[in-house]
């Protein structure tokens, strides 16, 4: 069994211990060393990702998308950070700096504390805790939170406006997707990301599609994205609650959306893919990222189409389809296959399948 995740931190280990550091120091300088390698992975990975989905964009919109700046423009999104970044900090008169200044800290800190609990493979993985779930679910209100101090510190009533409908549909969209999530950890029997990954010997969108859509949808709407960016209607709000920042406050929102969108599409790859399951990972679990890679990518292609492909909904649309179709789906899935997979023993698994995928069916 090849995997050189645990030798190496057994070899730093060793070398921090020789230096005549106590346990308890070694085991922090660890932690922090894995926080900064994810991070800085993270954010490099960022500039990648806005890259690829340009050029993505560009295909589905039969343009060409970046093709100056590097070879087929790999280079345009280390140019424009070093554009936003190195650019003039603009304090509107009569904002509140304290929140204003905040504000974006907050919104990447979010999402990369997300990261922390994550499973990246059955070896590498920040903090193995078990109410991961429901530590997700919490920081994500971290996030609604950044947006409310932007449009309240911003003193524009614009950005005011952009933060209300944004929290209000942020807030809308976590019901039911908290509701399905119950389903997971009803089939796993816990609320840590680990033990989700290791029970889905079969993905659990095979036991519970109709969830797996719910969650799905929520999850774009949380991001703010097509056809659900009523936070940013240009032709009503100009830029949301972000339009007074400029420079290095601009740009960490920016990369935050990004980064948001890409952890969604990891939190669901772990809950309803398997995560870092596949085949051959208990003989070489090096194998396991690369698995958990692809399906993320997939899954992140697909939300990049409907971005692409869907015009945006009118705001009564977007809470309709929350509370009068999304929101009672899942309550009655949740109890329906609740009921199925109480009522059928877990031995007879091509039983059970068959009949939460019947269910399933039945529901959409």
């Given at each position: 069994?090849?995997?050189?995740?645990?030798?190496?931190?057994?070899?730093?280990?060793?070398?921090?211990?020789?230096?005549?550091?106590?346990?308890?120091?070694?085991?922090?300088?660890?932690y922090?060393?894995?926080?900064?390698?994810?991070?800085?992975?993270?954010m490099?990975?960022?500039?990648?990702?806005?890259?690829?989905?340009?050029?993505?964009?560009?295909?589905?919109?039969?343009?060409?998308?970046?093709?100056?700046?590097?070879?087929?423009?790999?280079?345009?999104?280390?140019?424009?950070?070093?554009k936003?970044?190195?650019?003039?900090y603009?304090?509107?008169?009569?904002?509140?700096?304290?929140?204003?200044?905040?504000?974006?800290?907050?919104?990447?800190?979010?999402?990369?504390?997300?990261?922390?609990?994550?499973?990246?493979?059955?070896?590498v993985?920040?903090?193995?805790?078990?109410?991961?779930?429901?530590?997700?679910?919490?920081?994500?209100?971290?996030?609604?939170?950044?947006?409310?101090?932007?449009?309240?510190?911003?003193?524009?009533?614009?950005?005011?406006?952009?933060?209300?409908?944004?929290?209000?549909?942020?807030?809308?969209?976590?019901?039911?997707?908290?509701?399905?999530?119950?389903?997971?950890?009803?089939?796993?029997?816990?609320?840590?990301?680990?033990?989700?990954?290791?029970?889905?010997?079969?993905?659990?969108?095979?036991?519970?599609?109709?969830?797996?859509?719910?969650?799905?949808?929520?999850?774009?709407?949380?991001?703010?994205?097509?056809?659900?960016?009523?936070?940013?209607?240009?032709?009503?709000?100009?830029?949301?609650?972000?339009?007074?920042?400029?420079?290095?406050?601009?740009?960490?929102?920016?990369?935050?959306?990004?980064?948001?969108?890409?952890t969604?599409?990891?939190?669901?790859?772990?809950?309803?893919?398997?995560?870092?399951?596949?085949?051959?990972?208990?003989?070489?679990?090096?194998?396991?990222?690369?698995?958990?890679?692809?399906?993320?990518?997939?899954?992140?292609?697909?939300?990049?189409?409907?971005?692409?492909?869907?015009?945006?909904?009118?705001?009564?649309?977007?809470?309709?389809?929350?509370?009068?179709?999304?929101?009672?789906?899942?309550?009655?899935?949740?109890l329906?296959?609740?009921?199925?997979?109480?009522?059928?023993p877990?031995?007879?698994?091509?039983?059970?399948?068959?009949?939460?995928?019947?269910?399933?069916?039945?529901?959409?």
């Open positions: 069994m090849y995997d050189p995740v645990p030798w190496v931190i057994n070899w730093l280990t060793q070398l921090l211990l020789g230096w005549g550091l106590p346990i308890n120091l070694v085991n922090t300088l660890l922090l060393v894995g926080a900064v390698l994810i991070c800085l992975g993270a490099l990975f960022t500039t990648m990702l806005i890259w690829a989905e340009r050029k993505i964009g560009g295909r589905f919109q039969d343009r060409l998308g970046p093709n100056r700046v590097g070879p087929w423009g790999i280079f345009q999104s280390i140019a424009d950070m070093l936003i970044f190195t650019k003039e603009i304090n509107p008169v009569g904002i509140d700096k304290i929140p204003f200044n905040l504000a974006p800290i907050l919104a990447v800190a979010a999402v990369l504390a997300i990261w922390a609990v994550i499973p990246f493979s059955e070896t993985f920040g903090a193995n805790i078990n109410v991961a779930l429901l530590f997700i679910i919490a920081i994500g209100g971290l996030g609604e939170m950044a947006i409310i101090l932007a449009g309240f510190g911003s003193n524009n009533k614009y950005a005011l406006l952009g933060a209300f409908r944004a929290v209000a549909q942020l807030i809308s969209y976590e019901v039911p997707m908290v509701i399905v999530l119950l389903i997971p950890v009803m089939f796993s029997g816990s609320m840590g990301l680990n033990e989700i990954v290791q029970a889905q010997k079969i993905p659990f969108i095979i036991y519970a599609p109709v969830a797996c859509v719910i969650f799905f949808i929520c999850s774009i709407a949380e991001n703010g994205r097509a056809p659900f960016d009523l936070i940013e209607a240009d032709s009503e709000l100009v830029a949301g609650y972000n339009i007074e920042y400029s420079g290095l406050k601009f740009g960490m929102f920016f990369v935050a959306d990004f980064l948001h969108a890409f969604s599409a990891i939190v669901f790859t772990t809950i309803f893919l398997g995560g870092w399951q596949g085949p051959g990972v208990e003989q070489m679990p090096v194998l396991g990222g690369a698995y958990m890679l692809i399906k993320t990518l997939v899954v992140y292609f697909l939300m990049l189409a409907i971005r692409f492909t869907l015009p945006r909904f009118r705001i009564d649309q977007m809470m309709a389809l929350n509370w009068k179709i999304l929101t009672p789906l899942a309550l009655v899935t949740l329906v296959t609740a009921l199925v997979d109480k009522s059928i877990h031995e007879m698994t091509l039983v059970r399948i068959g009949a939460l995928v019947i269910v399933n069916v039945l529901l959409w």
